[in-house]
């Protein structure tokens, strides 16, 4: 997929990881101190489900696969 938005999404991921040397721990502390930092400026931090339903997700897979 060629989009720009995406093109452009994927840059700056890149520029983030090498600003950070890629170190994987340096990253992960990174997104958690701004996350940290979203949630004390009043943004909804929405954490993820503790248990995810099993199975097959169909919605995403009709999505996913809609254009072929």
């Known amino acids: 997929m060629s989009d720009s938005i995406i093109q452009e999404v994927r840059n700056i991921r890149e520029q983030h ?10 990253i ?4 958690k101190a701004r996350q940290e930092q979203h949630a004390a400026e009043g943004w909804v931090v929405i954490s993820p489900p503790s248990n995810p ?3 097959d997700n169909f919605e995403l897979q009709r999505t996913r696969f809609a254009s072929r």
């Open 53 to 55: 339903p099993l199975g």
């Open 28 to 31: 992960f502390a990174d997104l």
């Open 17 to 26: 990881a090498a600003s950070m040397d890629y170190d994987l721990d340096r």
